[in-house]
């Protein structure tokens, strides 16, 4: 259980371009989705949290307008990187939390998305 | 300010042989410390959640602690694929956020 599910797994745009990820819960719904950045041999930055039918928070430092969440259903969060630049390039990880039960807050991960901006 | 530092950097063992990672952190009421063991070019894979001072949770060959400063992840008699990152997070009362360590990367070598 708790499976999420990311697509693509990698991309390689130009740079102007605009990249949409997908981020999937599968055997759950989801409330709160969270997009993470990771660098090489870094851990990972809380981008923004997304919250169902509602607008997402953002971290301080994180361009609400470059970096555009949707999160339209229980199983389903989209971000945008809108006009993409080299400096864009990185590992994106979203994860997402089941409802929570008692004490339970964990979040589970998605595989990643590798993103290349030429 | 939340924080999570985990040591060593890197860690590495040869087959069978046991140790620890640590998990260190300063939070404002900890709701709970996560681990996760993170492949290269992959998400994180929940390992454990512990909530408590004193608890312990076990799965194959790790087993969680915590202390109200820390937390250690064991690993008994590893195997090569046991290689990984592993990484300690923790939540804290005042929010959703998650706050993550660097990591420590475990090579196991036959």
């Known amino acids: 259980g708790a499976v999420v599910s990311q697509h693509p797994s990698w991309v390689i745009c130009k740079s102007g371009t605009s990249v949409k990820i997908e981020c999937r819960s599968l055997?759950?719904?989801?409330?709160?989705m969270f997009w993470y950045r990771q660098f090489p041999k870094q851990s990972l930055m809380l981008m923004a949290t997304?919250?169902?039918?509602?607008?997402?928070?953002?971290e301080q430092g994180v361009e609400k307008d470059k970096f555009l969440i949707n999160h339209a259903s229980l199983t389903l969060s989209t971000l945008t990187v809108t006009s993409a630049h080299p400096e864009d390039s990185s590992f994106y990880i979203c994860s997402a939390r089941p409802p929570v039960a008692g004490a339970t807050d964990t979040q589970y991960f998605g595989p990643g998305t590798r993103l290349t901006v030429l | 300010e939340d924080q999570v530092t985990q040591s060593p950097e890197a860690l590495r063992l040869q087959e069978g042989e046991s140790s620890s990672l640590n998990c260190s952190y300063t939070?404002?009421?900890?709701?709970?410390l996560f681990w996760y063991r993170q492949d290269p070019g992959k998400g994180p894979e929940f390992l454990f959640t512990l909530y408590s001072a004193g608890e312990e949770k076990e799965k194959e060959r790790l087993k969680a602690t915590l202390t109200k400063k820390e937390s250690f992840l064991h690993i008994t008699a590893p195997k090569p694929e046991d290689s990984a990152t592993y990484l300690c997070a923790v939540q804290g009362y005042t929010g959703n956020q998650f706050y993550f360590g660097t990591g420590t990367s475990l090579t196991v070598i036959p």
């Open positions: 055997d759950f719904q989801a409330t709160t």
């Open positions: 939070v404002s009421g900890l709701r709970g």
């Open positions: 997304s919250n169902e039918g509602s607008k997402a928070t953002y």
